[in-house]
């Protein structure tokens, strides 16, 4: 079985599906890898560890969709890049399928099976092929690293001669993987942290890390199956901001990391809640892909205002590559070795398993993922 891996062409993407490791461990189960030529180049990675780990290298990146079995990558493809792949071939890579419907209907007109590495199910057993995980928690670190970066304080405290510096006030909203991340970080720099989720069992999670929670009683909130948010109404997204409005005021950082899957991002930070902070206040939008958590949040930007400072940089996890990288291809291999069959040296794609049920878009044609087709009431 060939196993392929084009080159990412998304400007300012510098992460790669697979590693030279990642490489190896494919060859060692029996399937030929090709790897476009400069792969990881951006990541770290140079073309002859590939080759050394066992891949051939191509030069052409349409011969690399022509060919593969199996087709890894890290984001969705072009609809042309689609018309490339071979019938009957798997496809792998982030899709966004929900927003991305076309292109969901592209793959089964061409007969591709095609998993969306957002949906892999969040069980124990599929918890090593969890991309939104690895890579959530990649970027709950650069937010910090960031938010440093852009602050005129210091995080820890300090005791010189000079006087004592008190520690920076961080305040993160929104606690999953990201969030989590963003705690222990801040924590590790010597900050003082609050955060706060709608999820009541994040409280037990954020104190364990040594942070405050702040407590607001908003109403039944809870969580899906899946472990992710539900989603707020407006009456409770109103409460829930004039109860951060205090902390977000006294807070020197505010890292927003608030997110309901499937959805645009909710509204947290509001202009009010922004002029009430002091200037040389840094605000980091980690929702900022899904439409952002900030008002006013510019994609892709840092802004000024009033002092205050909005990173809406996207794709935070991009910018510490080669970590990223390696963790998304070993996430890629572990769903491969999970399905390999040793003997006849393929993937074998088993319908009826949880998780292939739980990632897989379209098959034999047709759009196959219950998260996709029409409810029936
Ligand atoms: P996510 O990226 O969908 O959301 C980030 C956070 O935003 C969540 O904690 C959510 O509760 C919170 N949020 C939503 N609306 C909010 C609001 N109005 N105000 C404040 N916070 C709000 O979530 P995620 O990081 O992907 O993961 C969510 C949970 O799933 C985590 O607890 C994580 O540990 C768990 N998880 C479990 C597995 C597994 O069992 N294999 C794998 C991955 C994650």
Redesign the pocket.
């Known amino acids: 079985m060939k196993i392929t891996a084009p080159r990412e062409s998304h400007p300012g993407e510098n992460r790669a599906p697979l590693t030279p490791d990642a490489v190896a461990k494919l060859v060692k189960l029996g399937a030929q890898v090709e790897v476009e030529a400069g792969l990881g180049l951006a990541a770290g990675f140079p073309d002859e560890a590939y080759v050394k780990a066992g891949a051939t290298l191509s030069t052409d990146h349409n011969e690399l969709l022509i060919t593969g079995d199996i087709v890894l990558r890290l984001r969705k493809p072009t609809l042309a890049e689609i018309d490339k792949l071979k019938p009957g071939a798997i496809h792998a890579s982030l899709l966004d399928p929900f927003n991305e419907k076309e292109l969901v209907q592209k793959f089964a007109e061409k007969g591709v099976s095609a998993i969306s590495m957002e949906f892999i199910p969040?069980?124990?057993r599929?918890?090593k092929m969890?991309v939104?995980?690895s890579q959530?928690n990649l970027g709950g670190y650069e937010a910090v690293i960031l938010a440093a970066r852009y602050s005129n304080k210091i995080f820890p405290m300090m005791t010189t001669a000079a006087g004592t510096i008190l520690p920076a006030k961080v305040f993160i909203?929104?606690?999953?993987?990201?969030?989590l991340q963003a705690i222990a970080t801040a924590k590790r720099l010597g900050a003082k942290v609050t955060a706060?989720?709608?999820?009541p069992v994040?409280e037990e999670q954020v104190k364990s890390l040594g942070a405050q929670f702040l407590k607001i009683d908003i109403g039944e909130t809870g969580?899906t199956k899946d472990?992710?948010?539900k989603a707020?109404t407006e009456e409770q997204?109103q409460k829930?901001r004039e109860a951060m409005k205090k902390t977000c005021a006294d807070s020197d950082v505010v890292i927003s990391?608030?997110?309901?899957?499937g959805r645009k991002a909710?509204v947290?930070v509001t202009t009010e809640m922004l002029n009430a902070l002091r200037p040389g206040a840094v605000v980091v939008d980690l929702a900022v892909e899904t439409g952002g958590n900030v008002e006013g949040v510019v994609y892709d930007q840092v802004t000024d205002r009033n002092g205050v400072k909005i990173v809406g940089i996207a794709n935070l996890p991009g910018r510490v590559p080669l970590h990223a990288s390696q963790v998304y291809a070993a996430n890629l291999v572990a769903l491969v070795e999970e399905f390999w069959d040793k003997k006849e040296k393929t993937f074998v794609l088993k319908l009826d398993d949880e998780i292939i049920k739980g990632c897989l878009v379209t098959h034999g044609g047709k759009v196959v993922n219950e998260k996709l087709l029409p409810k029936t009431s």
């Open positions: 969040r069980t124990t599929a918890q969890d939104l995980s959530a909203i929104g606690v999953g993987v990201a969030g706060y989720d709608t999820r994040v969580q472990g992710y948010a707020l997204i829930q990391a608030a997110q309901v899957f909710p947290l």
